[in-house]
């Protein structure tokens, strides 16, 4: 078994947290909500946070790209759970442990199957060979995106293996402040994590598209720059996001030097998401998808097709492109 996608290190949030005990805003299920404290997280520190490069955090799900049958990939999020049986003793344990004592897992029979394609990610710990599970009982991991996977059909939506290429969502190259949608080769995005977006992900907070014409699209993690992010302290990511226009963000990650990762959420804040008209949907967007140029015969109205026929044509913001 191999090993795919780097789990990079990761810090959930800045500021060290605490745990209310009152209904998550975030996860129906849950019944706690993790607060942010207004003391920095150690860690962070250590990471040098200060000099890091703050990017907008995505609402949407996560992917890769790696190889797969001899040629680039796009991969979908997959963790490995605990089987009905195992999560009801984790749970149990995890309500009356004082933390002295750590679950016991058997790997090979507390976890629900997953396609034979699967693997996990790289990063993930390993004893005997055997990847073991997160603090919340997961194996994070990957399976391909395939065509004939009706599970991932919207994953399928924004990929091409036949001309090798996806559609991404980018800031353009000359103009930082215009978005532009356009085909980038699978082959520059390889070992790179993106966020899918649109539709029919997570209740569509960015407002794209419609049920009769989904739009869905990839976004490399970390290209969406925050450029007046301020300072890494509590009032002010406070103030930020609560009055600045640039704040209408689900949250930040730093991207530090040494390779970690620094989230903050909205909801450590104890402010709500989705946000009406988020910032994503603020800044104007460019088509620049031509079809034509490849030797492929592109199924019938299909996202590579039918943005081909808006090719050119600049959008006040993302939600104003309709197909209809």
């Known amino acids: 078994m191999r090993r795919l996608g780097s789990v990079q290190q990761k810090i959930s949030c800045v500021f060290l947290t605490e745990v209310k005990n009152e209904p998550s805003t975030k996860r129906e299920y849950q019944k706690f909500?993790?607060?942010?404290?207004?003391?920095?997280?150690?860690?962070v520190l250590e990471s040098d946070i200060q000099?890091?490069?703050?990017?907008?955090?995505?609402?949407g799900t996560c992917c890769y790209v790696s190889a797969y049958k001899g040629k680039p990939y796009l991969w979908a999020?997959?963790?490995?759970?605990?089987?009905?049986?195992?999560?009801?003793?984790?749970?149990?344990f995890q309500h009356s442990t004082k933390g002295s004592e750590a679950f016991v897992w058997n790997v090979k029979e507390d976890f629900r199957s997953v396609p034979e394609s699967w693997i996990f990610a790289h990063g993930v710990t390993q004893c005997n060979g055997y990847p073991q599970p997160d603090e919340n009982g997961h194996i994070p991991g990957w399976v391909p995106v395939e065509n004939d996977n009706k599970q991932y059909c919207w994953h399928s939506s924004v990929v091409n293996y036949e001309i090798g290429a996806a559609l991404v969502l980018r800031p353009h190259t000359e103009h930082q402040e215009l978005l532009e949608i356009t085909t980038v080769p699978l082959h520059e995005l390889l070992e790179q994590t993106l966020e899918l977006i649109g539709t029919n992900i997570n209740a569509n907070p960015y407002g794209l598209g419609?049920?009769?014409?989904?739009?869905?699209?990839?976004?490399?993690h970390g290209v969406l720059e925050i450029q007046s992010a301020p300072a890494v302290n509590y009032q002010q990511l406070l103030g930020w996001f609560q009055g600045c226009e640039e704040g209408k963000v689900e949250g930040i990650v730093w991207h530090c030097s040494d390779g970690t990762l620094i989230k903050l959420h909205r909801h450590h804040l104890g402010?709500?998401?989705p946000v009406e008209d988020p910032f994503l949907n603020s800044r104007p967007v460019l088509v620049n998808v031509d079809v034509t140029q490849y030797e492929c015969d592109f199924i019938p109205k299909s996202l590579f097709t039918t943005f081909s026929e808006f090719n050119g044509r600049q959008f006040d913001h993302?939600?104003?492109?309709c197909f209809e």
């Open 51 to 59: 000099s890091a490069v703050p990017t907008e955090k995505l609402d």
């Open 77 to 92: 999020r997959l963790d490995k759970k605990p089987n009905k049986q195992t999560e009801k003793r984790f749970k149990t």
């Open 318 to 321: 993302l939600k104003d492109i």
């Open 210 to 220: 419609s049920k009769k014409q989904p739009i869905h699209l990839l976004v490399s």
């Open 33 to 43: 909500r993790v607060l942010a404290t207004e003391t920095l997280n150690p860690k």
């Open 271 to 273: 402010l709500r998401w």
